[in-house]
């Protein structure tokens, strides 16, 4: 049906997330008392600000991951062609794969695998 | 009369009564009605099914007071979910917490374009449709991060960072397993990896990597749509609900039916691409047994399928207890990672010799 299918599913996503909570704004009660709008916390009254400092672990992977995810994409047009080219496709993918363990292997031996 | 007979006839009808561009648009409403309607059936059916399922591996009764064996039990938390009502907290950042359900919710709907539900019911057979599942899905992860980060809430920013790295590492594994079904067949289209499969499923065709690799899959899978044990991005005990804690009402039910779909969904591709879609159960040239299993419609075996991984995925659930962080990041990074590497390797040469069936 062409791209414009696309579109159209995306609208009916947005339609169907509008109408839901439009029904819901039609139906429910609301009601405000001081407390309702604090973060829940279990109970506890909030410290500090919520928007903490968090483990810079989280970055060192997403760097990782940004260089495997590229090589990712690299192989998708390979994985397509390499029945036709034949086994020059194969030498091109490990030298690919040697250089890229290498990577993985130079992270590893950083320790930049290991969370801390 | 088949799925496919009857599109077909409501096709050609529009198209010689109404003008071409109206009747695209009709089709399109169409289109958008009736997924809309799978959505709906989808999570009242998949909630359904896992509170059914946890209840017997637990040796309970589950839900059994509303309707004949509890099966209107969603119904009811539906019309629950519909009169609550659903708040905007203090302090958080009223854009982003308003937008990240319908960012989830658009991005579960969208993905849906490319998957075969049965024999020529497709939205979009799309030429990469593969490489547009992988690239589609990852955008989840964005809506999730904008709802842990807008929710002004620290169980939320941690849910939501845990839930980012977690998804953002099991991608690989899996885009790396589902390229070796592309290796395997030379095509990124649904419907030609589908027609691959009509002399058996390349779970049985591919030799040892196409099972490596549908187990890798398996795992990415439970993993990318933080099922458990993968589940510490809303781990009840840690982090009370993760990055909806502060989602309440109409809002945190578009999460959890976004969840349930991103469940069907990557069952579905799951099962398109090692399980042969629609493709009914084929054994290379035994013409006999091929043309019984014929007679069974092709969107039973697509849902069949589909609903046996779903099951698969929700029985990991009770049997596995939940992972630590770096548990799960060495999972993926020392172990799933090189393995699924030298997996493509493994294909390739299987491919280039002409070994598998």
Sequence with gaps: MGAGSLIALAIAALAFAGIALSISKLVLKASTNKQKGEPYECGVPTKGASRIQFNVGYYLFALIFLIFDVELVFLYPWA????????????????????????????????????? | MSFETLANWVHNWLYETLHPTVALLVEFAIVGVLIIGLFAVLGLVLVMMERKVSSWMQLRLGPN????????????????????????????????????????????????????????????????????????????IIGVLMAGWASNNKYSLLGAMRSGAQIVSYELSAGLSILVIVVLTGSLKMSDIVMAQADGWWLFKGHVPAIIAFVIFIIAATAETNRAPFDLAEAESELTAGFHTEYSGMKF?????????????????????????????????????????????????????????????????????????????????????????????????????????
């Design chain 2, 253 to 357: 039910a578009l999460f959890f039916l976004a969840e349930y779909v991103n469940i069907f969904v990557v069952c579905a591709i799951g099962a398109t691409l090692f399980l042969g879609g629609w493709m009914p159960f084929h054994i290379g040239n035994w013409e006999g047994f091929n043309h019984v299993m014929d007679y069974i419609p092709s969107s039973v075996w697509f849902f069949g399928k589909t609903f046996l991984l779903i099951f698969v995925i929700m029985w990991f659930r009770w049997t596995f207890p939940r992972l630590r962080i770096d548990q799960l990041l060495s999972l993926e990074w020392k172990y799933l990672l090189p393995i699924s590497m030298f997996n493509i390797l493994l294909v390739t040469i299987i491919a280039l010799a002409g070994w598998h069936f």
């Design chain 1, 80 to 116: 397509v062609v390499v029945k036709n080219v034949g086994w020059v496709a194969l030498v091109e993918i490990l030298i690919f794969f040697f250089i890229l363990f290498l990577g993985l292997l130079y992270a590893h031996k950083k320790g930049a695998l290991e969370w801390k």
């Design chain 2, 65 to 140: 007071r509303i309707g004949p064996w509890g099966w209107f039990q969603t119904v009811a938390d539906t019309l629950k979910l519909i009169v609550k009502e659903g708040m905007t907290p203090n302090n958080v950042d009223k854009l982003l917490f308003n937008m990240a359900p319908m960012l989830v919710i658009v991005v579960s709907m969208v993905i849906m374009a490319p998957i075969m539900f049965a024999k020529g019911i497709q939205i979009w057979d799309i030429n990469i449709g593969v490489l547009f599942v992988a690239a589609v899905s990852s955008l989840s």
